[in-house]
């Protein structure tokens, strides 16, 4: 299938994120660091792995996020409902949908514990896993929630947040990922 954005090539991940003209604009215009400089055509997920290097600087990952949120939805626009736009339009989204990830009040998603576990064993040792639930339901409440467990993957701690009235899935992914990094720092685990 040719990629209805450019229409210069075969649709792939790697074209449609990364080597796209559309999207390549979009990365100059952000002044974000490209992070598929460098790589193969067909590595998107040496570029995925690239991006989740950067979860421990929230804002930079929100915005590679919203980046890679806002050329998927131009995608399935133009794809769905035969909407075109410019690269400028294609900015002012991703730059609305930067804001509003990073300034969502963090009293919307609750109040990291602020408690030490396991003092002094080494971060190696542990490991955090997030998940969300519901954001697809809408009028439903989402949840989302992470869960610390040791090198035996016994679970040490869990933690459940609500998303009341939040149903776009990659808003509740993001929340909960900021969470249980703001989470896993409140705990002393770096």
């Known amino acids: 299938m ?3 954005l450019c229409w210069e090539a075969t649709e792939t991940m790697e074209h449609l994120f990364l080597f796209c003209p559309v999207a390549r ?5 952000s002044g974000l660091e490209f992070l598929g400089q460098g790589l193969p055509r067909h590595t998107f997920p040496l570029f995925l792995r690239r991006v989740m290097g950067l979860i421990h600087r929230p804002e930079l990952f929100m915005a ?15 794809v769905f409902e035969g909407k075109q ?3 400028e339009a294609l900015m002012r989204q991703f730059h609305q949908q930067y804001e509003e990830w990073v300034n969502l009040p963090i009293d919307r998603v609750g ?7 396991c003092p002094g064993a080494p971060s190696a040792d542990l490991s955090v896993v ?3 639930d519901g954001a697809t339901r809408r009028g439903a409440s989402s949840a989302g929630g992470m869960v610390l467990m040791n090198g ?14 939040l149903v776009d899935p990659m808003v509740i992914e993001l929340l909960t990922l900021r969470e249980a990094i703001n989470w896993c720092l409140g705990l002393g685990i770096h």
């Not at 590679?64 to 133009?78: E, T």
């Open 85 to 87: 736009f410019g690269i």
């Open 25 to 29: 604009a979009l990365w100059d215009l």
């Open 64 to 78: 590679l996020a919203a980046i890679l949120w806002r050329i998927w939805r131009s995608r399935n626009w133009v």
């Open 130 to 132: 997030c998940c969300w």
């Open 111 to 117: 109040t990291p514990h602020r408690q030490t576990i």
């Open 2 to 4: 040719e990629h209805l």
């Open 152 to 165: 035996t993957r016994e679970v040490l701690l869990a933690r459940g947040i609500q998303f009341p009235g």
